[in-house]
């Protein structure tokens, strides 16, 4: 091969390096700027994403001292509720008759209440639809005790 054509056959290589190297920038230019959009995109849900919590912290620290007030003004309700049966008596008395006893509804209970070992009544059923309606609705608690 003669330098002439050494030569030319070295433009011709350094041409077609040249037009991968343009092609090559081109695409890595459009994915730098593909990832751009991408990336500006992400920040702006960020962006949002981070506003919107702020606004449900605002709202949840404002839900929670309603929640305050509200039961504080439920313990002082409570404090300040009267039976009718019990004032019926006081008034009762307080003229000099005595009163019937109050109703179970105003009694309160220093008896616990007893909790249900839902095994043994499902054991104790016989067996049946009936048996298979509280297995169904008690399982956990059945299936817990075993």
Known sequence: MTIEEQLVKAVADISAVTVERDELRANVEALVAKENEG??????????????????????????AEKADLLKQIADLSGKQVSASVEAAKIASSVGVNPVELSPADKTSDEPVKAVNHLEVFLAMPMGAERSAYFAKHKNEIVRSI
């Not at 990336?39 to 929670?64: G, I």
């Open 39 to 64: 990336t500006a995109k992400l920040v702006a849900d960020l962006d949002a994403s981070n506003k919107k919590l702020a606004d449900l912290e605002v709202a949840f620290n404002a839900l929670s």
